[in-house]
């Protein structure tokens, strides 16, 4: 790391540091309240190996000069000397900028004009892209507030209540106190993981709510950004919403929009994912090609990508997702496919038959559904796609581990044989499943979603279906467990419970004990018994897009599975009792 002092247009000296190798393309940093550079500490140690990252201390932190008086705080001021490190780091070709909380204000301002015209702003010609986190432009939000945005009145209020702190802040003397008595700082530290801040540089600060807030909240102006711009919105930030944040595609034409699992502070939290974000769009803008992530990241950009409709579905949620289906060559498999597939999805459709998987795929489109052969009962196999989906189509948003087995018939009469082969495809399968893809999802640190299709069988017993039932209730509990071990990741699991849907497993389920004869006669009874049911798998995967859009930890699905899983919680005795009935096809 080397040091310098950049002269600011007043006269303030700006401590400079830069990290890297000198030929890469350049990141400039910008940190926010009440933090100084070294919050970047953990993203620059990622982005240092393959670029040229500069950080520096803004006016009045860390090792800065501090402006005589609060005008020193005017955003024009920031912008300044945003655009003095800008200048004096790479006086020849634009930078990548990366900002946070007031540094991602500050740059708002930089990279935009009042008059909408961003060649007349501070940094015309100066920026290659934009990465904004925590920190939107002030403009924006008073418009925001005025629902020229297209804000919601519950986003607004939301973002009013969220907004507390910053009318404290504008008080005098209160703020002052609660920093130097401590209080402010802990409760920071407490609630969000992160160091205690900076006494000084809390103090200090302070005059960026005073002095900005109320003249641009009070007549806000579109401004506009004619650079590539991408948002990553922490969805557990407690100051600034995902909406407030990511409302601004009138003023960004070229966006992109990331919504991170994490919190305010997720520079310091999460930096590889915030170093993997960054790089990503820096790469793309210097001439590469986009990153699957990326892609989707312009797709959930567009007007009215993540608002909820009718509380359920968000508009263009999943244009350009990537669903990873198993068991996809037939029944709830297909229809789910086609079903992500309808919404903008991409498609992995797994199978292991490659013609019911060649033909879901052809179902859906070329291009848009990629077949593959796999067993989900080989443990190398599932590693393979997850490793092969993430290199060819990128990180999945939702895997569905679906593939699964019928088996019927007494305990007495059920073999190891069958007890392996049950266990391999319905327990293990979904097991080989969730380990590949949960690695990739928390590593990716985009959040998603594993949805495990179970069984109503999972809390209803039967004392012919030992086998299923168990396999299924296994995957019921270890969806349960699973939810809670990657909820911190941001990643949903559902258990989804159907009862008697009409699909081709009765025509192949295994009955343990008869002869071939016997057994194909009770497959095609169960088979028209189900038939008569006509409970269709395209109406189980409407159930599952709406439990993944919801993140519902279980779905059960069909009348008989709601019934069920009410009785399992107010009469097990009940569901005891109708077990020891020999109920089915004869």
């Excluded at 070294?38 to 982005?47: I, K, M, N, S, W």
């Excluded at 004869?517 to 008569?532: C, P, W």
């Excluded at 919801?550 to 109708?578: D, F, K, M, Y």
């Amino acid at each position: 790391m080397s040091h310098k002092e950049v002269v600011s247009a007043d006269g303030l000296a700006l401590a400079v540091y830069s990290h890297g190798d000198p030929d890469a393309p350049m990141v400039v940093a910008v940190h926010g309240y009440p933090d100084d550079h070294t919050v970047f500490d953990g993203v620059v140690d990622v982005l240092r190996e393959r670029h040229h990252v500069v950080t520096y201390d803004v006016r009045g932190a860390g090792a800065s000069g501090t402006p005589s008086g609060p005008a020193g705080y005017d955003l024009e001021r920031l912008s300044e000397d945003l655009r003095a490190v800008v200048d004096a780091v790479s006086p020849d070709a634009p930078v990548h900028l990366l900002a946070h909380d007031w540094g991602a204000i500050q740059t708002w301002h930089a990279v935009t004009a009042a008059d909408g015209d961003a060649r007349h702003s501070a940094l015309a010609g100066r920026v290659a892209s934009f990465t904004s986190i925590s920190g939107p432009c002030l403009d924006h939000v008073g418009l925001f507030f005025r629902r020229r945005s297209g804000a919601t009145l519950r986003e607004i209020v939301r973002q009013g209540l969220e907004s507390w702190y910053t009318m404290l802040f504008r008080t005098p003397v209160l703020p002052e106190l609660a920093w130097r008595s401590g209080l402010a700082g802990a409760l920071v530290s407490a609630t969000e993981g992160v160091p205690c801040p900076n006494l000084r540089d809390a103090v200090n600060g302070l005059e960026l709510y005073r002095r900005n807030l109320p003249a641009r909240l009070g007549d806000p102006q579109p401004r506009r950004a004619d650079v590539p711009v991408q948002v990553l919105a922490p969805r557990g930030d407690r100051y600034v919403t995902p909406a407030l944040q990511t409302r601004v595609g009138a003023y960004a034409p070229d966006l992109r929009v990331r919504r991170l699992p994490g919190g305010h502070w997720i520079v310091r939290t999460r930096p590889e994912v915030i170093a993997r974000c960054v790089a990503e769009l820096v790469a793309h803008a210097e001439g590469g090609p986009e990153a699957p992530a990326l892609a989707r990241a312009r797709s959930a950009a567009r007007p009215g990508a993540g608002r909820s409709t009718n509380g359920r579905r968000d508009n263009g949620r999943w244009d350009g997702a990537l669903v990873v289906v198993t068991g996809a060559g037939s029944g709830i498999g297909r229809a789910t496919a086609a079903a992500f597939a309808r919404r903008g999805a991409r498609i992995v459709v797994a199978d292991r038959n490659p013609d019911g998987a060649r033909r879901t795929a052809e179902l859906i489109g070329a291009g848009r559904a990629f077949p593959v052969t796999v067993d989900v009962a080989d443990e190398s196999a599932l590693a393979r796609l997850a490793s092969d989906v993430a290199a060819e189509h990128g990180v999945p948003d939702v895997v569905v581990n679906n593939a699964g087995i019928g088996m019927a018939g007494s305990f007495a009469d059920t073999t190891l044989e069958d007890w392996q082969r049950i266990i391999d495809v319905n327990l293990w399968g979904v097991i080989h499943g969730c380990r590949a893809f949960s690695a990739l999802l928390s590593a990716h640190g985009e959040g998603g979603h594993i949805v495990n299709v179970a069984s109503a069988a999972a809390y209803l017993p039967s004392r012919t279906l030992a086998a299923y039932a168990t396999t299924k209730s296994a995957v019921l509990t270890l969806s349960a467990c699973l939810r809670a071990e990657l909820a911190d990741d941001g990643i949903g699991v559902t258990a989804l419970c159907p009862g008697f849907v009409h699909t081709d497993i009765t025509s192949t389920t295994r009955f343990v004990g008869l002869d071939a004869a016997e057994e194909r006669r009770l497959q095609k009874a169960t088979t028209a018994l189900y038939a008569r049911r006509n409970y269709t798998p395209e109406r189980v995967a409407e159930h599952v897009v709406r439990a993944v859009e919801c993140n519902a930890p279980l779905a059960p699905v069909t009348a008989e599975a709601h019934a069920g899983l009410l009785a399992s919680r107010l009469s097990p005795a009940l569901l005891r009792a109708i077990a020891r009935r020999d109920i089915g096809p004869r």
